[in-house]
């Protein structure tokens, strides 16, 4: 019986516009799952160790955000992985030079962007058409090397980044580290006071102000957001005339959702 589960996808990307549109596509798809999205390739060398994706969209240029797909793929065989993901090259260069050599540093498909038919939901087509063969070359009971704490954090952390980023809460938000926590330690264990803990820990600001930094970010998510992206990406029940998850309601719906990955 073939291999049913979700195909996990990394996307690296500078353009703005080209991750909405992929991330919005993948999200209605129910065979990809989207772990992250970054524009930085030492980034993506981080989440790529720790989050193990199967398949890689990779844009070659990374203008606007920090390396280049070229240095990427160069470093990735310094990860040591046991098995590297599938990399679905996305570029607008037109040197054969250039592409060539993204071939012989491990690129397994190049799609240019100044194709006719080229679309953002393009190289998402294109992976779902090879999913059984990508899943077929991964060993089907790899298990994933056991994770330091720090380094279950650093993972965990990729996770939440990119389910505050979906329901639209800023990363200039000053919750938006404060929620990162709260959520991180509510996944390894319910505590009363996640705000007091925070402060506690090494913020050097007060339980009230930590736990309103946290409800503001939200509420602002909550009052700027679309309904519809909201409703999407944020699953759980939410009271009718409130409108807005508490702040106990929001931390604790993530964390049970990541209790499971740790």
């Keep these: 019986m073939e291999n049913q589960r979700e195909l996990t996808v990394l996307?690296?990307?500078?353009?703005?516009?080209a991750c909405e549109e992929i991330r919005n596509y993948i999200d209605q798809l129910d065979?990809?799952?989207l772990l992250g999205i970054t524009d930085d390739s030492n980034k993506a060398l981080d989440m790529v160790k720790y989050c193990v994706p199967d398949a890689i969209i990779l844009d070659?240029?990374?203008?606007?955000?920090?390396g280049n797909g070229l240095f990427f793929l160069s470093k990735l065989?310094?990860?040591a992985l046991e098995k590297l993901p599938y990399i679905l090259i996305t570029t607008q260069n037109t040197?054969?030079?250039t592409l060539e050599a993204a071939r012989q540093l491990g690129a397994?498909?190049?799609?240019?962007?100044y194709e006719r038919d080229y679309s953002a939901q393009k190289p998402?087509?294109?992976?779902?058409?090879m999913r059984n063969a990508?899943?077929?070359?991964?060993?089907?009971d790899t298990t994933v090397p056991t994770l330091t704490p720090a380094e279950q954090n650093r993972k965990l952390t990729i996770r939440i980044h990119r389910e505050l980023d979906a329901v639209g809460i800023s990363p200039k938000a000053i919750g938006y580290e404060y929620l990162t926590e709260a959520i991180i330690i509510a996944t390894k264990e319910a505590v009363p006071n996640l705000p007091k803990l925070i402060a506690d820990n090494h913020h050097g600001k007060t339980p009230a102000s930590i736990e309103r930094a946290m409800q503001n970010a939200i509420n602002k998510a909550w009052s700027n957001g679309n309904p519809e992206d909201l409703a999407r990406n944020y699953t759980a029940v939410i009271n009718y005339e409130r409108g807005v998850p508490t702040l106990t309601e929001f931390i604790y719906h993530y964390a049970n959702k990541f209790r499971n990955e740790l």
């Design 60 to 66: 070659l240029e990374l203008h606007e955000g920090g």
């Design 77 to 79: 065989h310094d990860l």
């Design 108 to 113: 397994d498909f190049i799609i240019t962007k």
């Design 95 to 97: 040197s054969n030079v």
């Design 31 to 33: 065979d990809m799952r």
């Design 124 to 129: 998402v087509e294109l992976l779902r058409m």
């Design 134 to 140: 990508i899943q077929k070359h991964s060993s089907p």
């Design 11 to 17: 996307l690296i990307e500078d353009d703005k516009f």
